[in-house]
T-cell receptor, first 118, second 110 residues
Framework: GAVVSQHPSRVICKSGTSVKIECRSLDFQATTMFWYRQFPKQSLMLMATSNEGSKATYEQGVEKDKFLINHASLTLSTLTVASAHPEDSSFYIC??????????????FGPGTRLLVL | TQLLEQSPQFLSIQEGENLTVYCNSSSVFSSLQWYRQEPGEGPVLLVTVVTGGEVKKLKRLTFQFGDARKDSSLHITAAQPGDTGLYLCAGTQGNEKLTFGTGTRLTIIP
């Protein structure tokens, strides 16, 4: 159980185009999903927290007009990189939170989407 | 400021050897998780620890959460090439956000 998928797995686009990445929880409902960014040989950096039916909460330094997040249902969150530029090239990973009991929460991660902007 | 520092950053050892990876912080965490990530893939959860002093074993992997819930360690016995990967610790501090450690890149040489 607790499988998270992402689509597409990789995308190459020209500078200036917008790219949409989908994150789905396949066998559970996730009221909260998270979007991370990972540069080569580095750890994951949280970009934003996505709550179903409400606006996403962005981390400091992340442009909300650049990285548009929509969490329209309990199983789907989307990240749109608006007007992508080469510096946006990165590995984008989503996760969905599963709450077990009153205190233990676990995040399950998607396989990631590699974005290359030319 | 990186809340969770992992050491070593890189580790390359021979198959069959033992190793320990450390995850340290000056902050208290309500829970701590360990993940392994392979190139081009998302992190895969290995274990969650929530109680200070807790020890969990997963086959050849032993995880320990410090008594004060500020640090954790991952010990691998008789390492195998399949253990190669990026090991990440991540903690929560009562809110819903995970803070990831700096990562340890492990290479097991056959």
């Amino acid at each position: 159980g607790a499988v998270v998928s992402q689509h597409p797995s990789r995308v190459i686009c020209k500078s200036g185009t917008s790219v949409k990445i989908e994150c789905r929880s396949l066998d559970f409902q996730a009221t909260t999903m998270f979007w991370y960014r990972q540069f080569p040989k580095q750890s994951l950096m949280l970009m934003a927290t996505s709550n179903e039916g409400s606006k996403a909460t962005y981390e400091q330094g992340v442009e909300k007009d650049k990285f548009l997040i929509n969490h329209a249902s309990l199983t789907l969150s989307t990240l749109t990189v608006a007007s992508a530029h080469p510096e946006d090239s990165s590995f984008y990973i989503c996760s969905a939170r599963v709450r077990r009991g009153s205190y233990q929460e676990t995040q399950y991660f998607g396989p990631g989407t590699r974005l290359l902007v030319l | 400021t990186q809340l969770l520092e992992q050491s070593p950053q890189f580790l390359s050892i021979q198959e069959g050897e033992n190793l320990t990876v450390y995850c340290n912080s000056s902050s208290v965490f309500s829970s701590l998780q360990w993940y392994r990530q392979e190139p081009g893939e998302g992190p895969v959860l290995l274990v969650t620890v929530v109680t200070g002093g807790e020890v969990k074993k997963l086959k050849r992997l032993t995880f320990q959460f410090g008594d004060a819930r500020k640090d954790s360690s991952l010990h691998i016995t008789a390492a195998q090439p399949g253990d190669t990967g990026l090991y990440l610790c991540a903690g929560t501090q009562g809110n819903e956000k995970l803070t990831f450690g700096t990562g340890t890149r492990l290479t097991i040489i056959p």
